[in-house]
């Protein structure tokens, strides 16, 4: 198989025996301390606590002293026998250190120290010198301005793990401490300033891994758009859900990625499409990235997406509900059946059908189990979500018992919303989150995206199929015409309408027929060869927006209405465009750019005077085929997450205001 397509960037991932890393044979610690109060003491006996813990031999080197904590320490990396699979760098002039560190060849080096891209030119200059040395060397690094997370042990806890890679410590660490909730864990990977490995190493490998049920992510930015889709594309293929908190949606987020990691963030609509084209899970809060990720990891693949309600108060079914139906789940009636044999154990007065409001008292006895157990054997039932508020521990108890038992007896997701704060005496919520297939949540929210994060996942992985099994490496013939044609030419910008037609008829798509003219005779003989009416319009790469300034004139039905409109054109541009008139169907807009992270972009959507008004566009990122233009599932995620955001469109509208739009230009 090819490594790189026709463009020239790659179709595989680098192959890296990450396994090294993770699991070395020798830690190498250049700068270990033992003087009480420094940072690097701390460092240096997390390391060798770890050390032990896994079976790694532990080497401290210090040219300034004989021993560290007992420990006998190395004056040089030369002083080191064997072969060493990590070293750890601790030293104030790290990029020094480095240079000694390579003599000895080490499989993996992680270099701590801060100071690089995220400060400036100075950094800049300095991480550039680092990339250098990476480049030459077989060594690979982790950092700079990364940390010892790597190093973490993790609870034995059951059920599938998470695997988290983050570009900030501390956005990791409520994740790591998830751990007390009963939510497993098996790595950490702090990724830093990504000089050479980078969350896509990171990703393909743990996709890799038999106990790794989840890939979560806290992201600032990505070293690069191919390698992440590549990473994507493996964990897709392994079944393995990623889930990412990707901040840069705004300016003001952006800016401080760009100072804390010194990570560019591309386009936040485009990474946003290139998300949904592979899968990913995209959430907003640390809250969100623990309660989803935990979801995906516990639950097995939905034998129907049919959302059961639970709750021991009307009101809180109601509100439930509320939530669930506006997230776009679906909560389908119970059966018939299943409704009369929940009525033998709830009064006939409360509703059964979905959703279930047991009123509360049942729960409190051994009605409570059967109900349970009713709904999860339900056939329209794929998931339960039981939100419990507030409730008196002569219910609540019994209740968490009941859910922990049943879910332990079926594939079919149960999911708890515990509303109420959390107090030591809080024996239900204890029993829940010692359960390793019940999902607790602490809010509604959360479940809900929890659960649609689910139900989206797995329609994805059905119909995902690899855009990279087989790689385009000869260009098509349209591809040729268009080049001999100059439409493709590299910084060429913005194609005129007319060009922009030329190049999609060179792929096979209708367009209108039409003329470009320069005068006011010219464009009366295109008229009447094409056949009134006809649209006379700007013909200018350099105009955008032409019906915003009075340059597209309708439904002309003869030569004089055509010497007019050609005469109101004519002084804005060099030429003007001659068209037929096309009426009925949709108009769209069908774009390409070029995006910084991620290359060649596509993009498709409502066209005409609403698209700055509407937003309602979607991007793809090649490659693609046509099945993934055509999916439904990201139409649907885009208008959903564009629906709020028209109403307030429309409000603005009707006071006058404009709205600009960030999407590439369309050609």
């Known amino acids: 198989m090819p490594r ?140 700079p301005n990364t940390n010892a997370n790597a190093f973490e042990t993790f609870a034995d806890l059951p059920g599938k793990r998470l ?81 990412v908190v990707k901040v840069g949606r705004t300016e003001e987020g952006r800016s401080m990625a760009l100072s804390h990691t010194g990570h560019l963030t591309g386009s936040d609509a485009v990474t946003g499409a290139v998300f949904r084209q592979y899968g990913i899970t995209r959430v907003n809060g640390l809250d969100e990235l623990i309660d989803t990720s935990a979801m995906l990891a516990r639950s097995a693949p939905p034998s129907t997406d049919g959302v059961c309600i639970y709750a021991i108060s009307g009101g809180t079914g109601a509100h439930m509900a509320d939530m669930a139906a506006a997230a776009g789940l679906r909560l389908p009636s119970l059966t018939a059946a299943t409704q009369a044999q929940l009525h033998e154990w709830i009064p006939t007065y409360l509703r059964v059908s979905n959703p279930v409001d047991n009123g509360g008292p049942p729960s409190a006895d051994a009605r409570g189990r059967k109900i349970l157990d009713a709904i999860v054997a339900d056939p329209n039932v794929g998931c339960v979500i039981c939100p419990i508020t507030g409730a008196l521990a002569t219910m609540s108890v019994p209740l968490a018992r009941d859910l922990v038992d049943v879910a332990a007896t079926t594939d079919k997701p149960v999911v708890v919303v515990w509303g109420a704060p959390v107090a030591d005496t809080d024996e239900a919520y204890r029993i829940l989150i010692s359960s390793p297939r019940v999902m607790t949540t602490r809010t509604f929210a959360n479940a809900v995206g929890a659960v649609r994060a689910w139900v989206d996942y797995h329609a994805f992985l059905a119909r995902y199929r690899s855009p990279f099994l087989k790689p385009v490496t000869r260009r098509s013939p349209a591809a040729a015409t268009a080049d001999r044609d100059a439409l493709l030419v590299p910084g060429r910008g913005a194609l005129s309408e007319h060009d922009s037609k030329l190049l999609l ?147 603005r509208v009707r006071h006058g205001q404009r709205l600009a739009c960030n999407a590439p230009r369309a050609v």
């Not at 610690?29 to 813990?53: C, E, H, I, N, Q």
């Open 4 to 143: 790189t397509d026709l463009t020239g960037r790659p179709v595989a991932l680098r192959e890296l025996d990450l396994d090294a890393f993770f699991h070395p044979r020798t830690l190498l610690v250049l700068g270990a301390s033992d003087t009480p109060g420094k940072p690097t003491t701390a460092l240096t006996r997390k390391l060798k606590a770890w050390a032990d813990a896994h079976g790694a031999t532990f080497w401290p080197v210090n040219p300034n002293r004989s021993h560290v904590d007992g420990i006998a320490c190395a004056r040089s990396v030369t002083d080191v026998p064997g072969e060493i699979d990590v070293a750890v760098i601790l030293t104030a002039d790290p990029l020094t250190a480095y240079e000694t560190v390579l003599e000895r060849k080490p499989r993996f080096a992680v270099m701590f120290a801060a100071g690089f891209a995220e400060v400036g030119a100075e950094g800049e200059d300095l991480q550039a010198r680092l990339s250098r040395l990476v480049a030459d060397h077989d060594t690979r690094l982790l950092g």
């Open 163 to 243: 695997a988290l890679i983050t570009q900030s410590g501390h956005q990791g660490r409520p994740v790591f401490q998830a751990q007390d909730l009963g939510i497993a864990m098996s790595h950490w990977a702090p990724t830093g300033n990504e000089v050479d490995l980078e969350f896509a190493d990171f990703a393909a490998y743990f996709a890799r891994q038999d106990q790794v049920g989840v890939i979560a992510a806290y992201i600032e930015g990505f070293k690069d758009g191919r390698t992440l889709a590549l990473a994507a594309d493996q964990a897709a293929r392994h079944g393995v859900p990623m889930v």
């Open 505 to 651: 008829a060179t792929y096979g798509i209708a367009v209108t027929r039409e003329e470009v003219c320069t005068s006011a005779a010219a464009a009366v003989r295109a008229a009447a060869a094409i056949g009134y009416p006809v649209v006379l319009k700007a013909s200018s790469a350099a105009i955008a927006h032409k019906s915003d300034l009075g340059l597209v004139h309708l439904s002309l039905g003869d030569a004089a209405a055509v010497r007019r409109a050609y005469a109101a054109v004519a002084p804005h541009c060099d030429a003007v465009l001659v068209s037929e008139h096309v009426q009925g169907g949709t108009e769209c807009v069908l774009g390409i750019s070029h995006d910084d992270l991620f290359g060649p972009t596509v993009l498709f959507g409502l066209g005409g005077v609403f698209l700055e008004v509407y937003r309602d566009v979607t991007f793809r990122v090649p490659p693609f085929d046509r099945a993934e233009a055509r999916n439904s599932q990201a139409r649907r995620q885009l208008s959903e997450r564009l629906q709020h955001e028209r109403t307030l469109v429309q409000a």
